[in-house]
């Protein structure tokens, strides 16, 4: 069996090809000329490189010098706000939108002249976009129409698909006759049945109540890594991004911020809009009062003063950002070392857990995220609270992490 | 305990009513001196005025006419209302009638076809269009209906006629030696159709082209499609049914149709519109007049009720896509 450029996946042995592993681009030829020397190129080349890319819509720059290379058969999120240019960049990979700068490789092959259909791309929008006027069964087999597969073929892969997403049998039915969810499901099965060389997700959560969303992040995360496929998913929920992807690629204004496995980027935010976007991370604004080599004193802004575990020597006087998540923050910590007093001023019972807001003076309020052993503080009742010195990623004047 | 949406407004608008909510106390409609929102007396107050109007002028005189169908002729101008299905006799078995029906239908289907050819193009480009000013497309769509329906009917006597634009150009240039007959026959009455009714088309098939998600498109693109393969699968079939309805708006246009026929055909151009003026004007035959009426409306009426039943279902499907 000779590879194709995702055969080394298990792709195949899921979607099962069978006698002829024929993939659709090494029949349309122009995509995949260099197949043949695929085998070498495979360990070499990222499944999607981005090189300096830039994006205008007219005047406007969507994405400006984004670079990212993303490996074959991981799962990679672009996280990021509203507007800030997710969807322009996952649209560039499939063609939608044209790159004003730089370059886009797929499996090692620039493709900015590729059009669109040529590219073999499996996309999953928000909004499903199945197509209203056609049944399950001529959704799914879309795009293996159109990319030559026989008739006989067809058939046995869309069953094989839609098994994959759960709904087998669902082939005769109309789009209007399933819920949201399910809707996605047939939207992903179509995107993956063709064996794209990359699958990309635009918010395909977002239309979905929260039960059906968690459900559906589960099952896409299995598909993906039983399927073996490199998948860029976008979002802007950072739980989302944190539960499912292998790296997590924080954007702000068309730029990128970090790139990192989740607990990296969680743990140790580069700057200060990945602290406050992933977690709403509690920032104290404070300067260095004392320095003793690894172990800094900084004096916050509304007086305390806190010790905490820097990686670099910090000078005397330097201002910085000491960034605590909310879950490292404990309550009536007695033995902690760094001790706030304040007043709680509101509560957030949520079961388990409970979310406090406490001021701590200065017109600060400080967000702690804790686990339930006891009463539920009210508000208004005073409170201590403290955290590790360890437990705290350092930013200097510039929001940029210190390390 | 539920508490319907309706009901919740509906207590929250009233005034001095208690707006206590109790869990198990009986819930019923608050009102504000009897009235409820969304009263259904409401709902018919305001309809009413339309009522009325279509009642007094469209279906009362509809019925006068049906009645009228069975009047008895004596002579032009006189009529008598001894009852008498003479006129339905003569029109069902008098081969005469039903040459211009037939005729009526087959100039009528023949505009709708040409309307919808000519017409899918200009609507799919002002969909299509990057253009900044999409609006100016569309409202040079609607600048024909700035001037009277008759004078641009006329209009193409000065086009068409023996002196008209196109002969005097072609004689001049020398092309031919003698004007060529193109006004007063067929061609030129559904010429004339076609400038009446293009507009409506345009804007029905636009209307449904909007209304398509382009992300569909997108979808087809990115799954392998060329950009006509896209339009062939998904554009076309969704953009359908606004394709029927111009077809149905103008083919019932162009059935009913009296002035185009009457300006710019020769007398066996005539449509079945200018058989009952005809009939009524020339003749002064009220009763066959008011029977050829009621054909035309009930044969109208009949294809509009087909089609609306065969739309109605593709409707459903548009409807899916937005
Ligand atoms: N067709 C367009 N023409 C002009 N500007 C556009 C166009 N599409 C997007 N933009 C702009 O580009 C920027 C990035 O848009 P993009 O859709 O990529 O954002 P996003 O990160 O996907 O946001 P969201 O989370 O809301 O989907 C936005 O500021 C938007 O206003
Ligand atoms: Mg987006």
């Known amino acids: ?403 | 305990m539920k508490i319907s949406p309706t009901i919740t407004v509906a207590a929250g608008l009233s005034t001095g009513a208690d707006k206590r909510h109790e869990d198990g106390q009986m819930l019923r409609v608050r009102t504000t001196k009897g009235w409820t929102l969304y009263d259904p007396r409401l709902a018919w107050m305001l309809v009413a005025p339309v009522l009325l109007l279509l009642i007094i002028f469209l279906v009362l005189p509809i019925a006068v006419m049906a009645v009228y169908t069975f009047f008895t002729f004596v002579t032009a101008g006189v009529e008598t209302g001894t009852l008498t299905t003479a006129n339905w006799h003569e029109f069902l078995t008098d081969s005469y009638y039903h040459g211009f029906l037939w005729k009526t239908l087959r100039v009528a289907a023949m505009t709708a076809l040409l309307c919808g050819v000519l017409g899918y193009f200009p609507a799919y480009f002002i969909w299509a269009t990057t253009f900044k000013h999409k609006w100016l497309l569309l409202l040079l769509l609607i600048v024909p209906f700035w001037i009277s329906f008759t004078i641009r009917t006329f209009s193409w006597i000065n086009i068409l006629g023996e002196q008209g634009v196109i002969n005097v150009a072609l004689l001049k240039m020398g092309i031919i030696s003698e004007p060529l007959p193109m006004l007063y026959n067929e061609g030129a009455v559904i010429v004339g159709l076609l400038h009446f009714l293009l507009p409506y088309m345009i804007l029905n098939v636009y209307v449904s082209l909007e209304s398509i998600d382009r992300t569909l498109i997108s979808a087809a693109r990115s799954m392998g499609c060329t950009s006509a393969q896209a339009f062939r699968e998904v554009t076309l079939p969704l953009s359908l049914p606004g394709l029927a309805a111009g077809l149905l708006l103008c083919f019932v246009l162009a059935a009913g149709s009296y002035v185009t026929p009457q300006l710019l055909g020769s007398g066996r151009d005539a449509l079945f519109g200018n058989l009952i003026s005809d009939t009524i004007m020339e003749q002064l035959n009220w009763p066959m007049g008011a029977t050829l009426s009621i054909v035309l409306f009930v044969v109208l009426g009949f294809f509009a009720a087909i089609y609306t039943r065969y739309m109605g279902m593709s409707q459903i499907v548009k409807g899916l896509g937005g």
């Open chain 1, 1 to 403: 069996m000779t590879p194709g450029p995702s055969s080394g996946t298990g792709f195949q042995k899921v979607l099962d090809n069978m006698t002829a592993p024929k993939l659709p681009g090494q029949q349309s030829g122009a995509l995949f000329s260099s197949a043949g020397s695929s085998a070498v190129l495979e360990k070499s080349s990222p499944a999607v490189e981005f090189r300096n890319i830039e994006i205008a819509y007219g005047k406007f720059v969507a994405v400006r010098d984004f670079s990212l290379s993303i490996q074959k058969g991981s799962f990679v999120t672009l996280l990021g706000p509203s507007g800030c240019g997710k969807t322009t960049i996952l649209r560039s990979i499939a063609g939608l939108v044209d790159i004003s700068g730089g370059q886009i490789m797929i499996d090692g092959r620039r493709v900015d002249d590729v059009p669109i259909y040529k590219r073999n791309i499996g996309l999953v929008f928000q909004s499903y976009a199945l197509f209203p006027h056609k049944s399950v069964f001529d959704n799914v087999a879309f795009g293996l129409k159109y990319h030559n597969v026989p008739k006989s073929d067809i058939e046995r892969k869309v069953g094989k698909a839609l098994e994959m997403v759960r709904l087998p049998g669902s082939e005769k039915k109309l789009p209007s006759q399933l819920s949201g969810g399910q809707q996605q499901r047939i939207a992903l099965a179509r995107a993956i049945v063709f064996e794209p060389q990359v699958l990309l997700l635009d918010e395909p959560l977002s239309a979905l109540d929260a039960n059906m969303r968690e459900e559906m992040r589960v099952e896409i995360k299995k598909i993906q890594k039983e399927t073996g496929i490199t998948a860029i998913f976008v979002t802007h929920d950072q739980e989302e991004a944190l539960s499912m992807s292998d790296r997590i690629v924080v954007m702000n204004a068309g730029a990128m911020e970090q790139i990192g496995a989740p607990e990296e980027v969680y743990e140790m935010p580069a700057t200060a809009f990945v602290a406050d976007f992933l977690g709403k991370a509690n920032m104290l604004a404070g300067t260095v009062s004392k320095s003793d080599g690894p172990t800094a004193t900084v004096t916050l802004a509304a007086g305390q003063t806190v010790k905490v575990v820097s990686p670099k020597p910090l000078s005397p006087g330097a201002p910085v950002t000491v960034v605590v998540r909310p879950e490292k923050l404990s309550l009536e910590s007695g033995a902690m070392a760094n001790r706030l007093t304040g007043r709680v001023a509101s509560t957030s019972y949520l079961g388990g857990s409970a979310t406090y807001e406490i001021d701590i003076g200065g017109k600060r309020t400080v967000r702690v995220n804790t686990q339930i052993n006891g009463r539920v503080v009210r508000e208004g009742g005073a409170i201590n609270i403290g955290f590790d010195p360890a437990g705290c990623v350092l930013l200097d004047e510039k929001g940029i992490r210190i390390s």
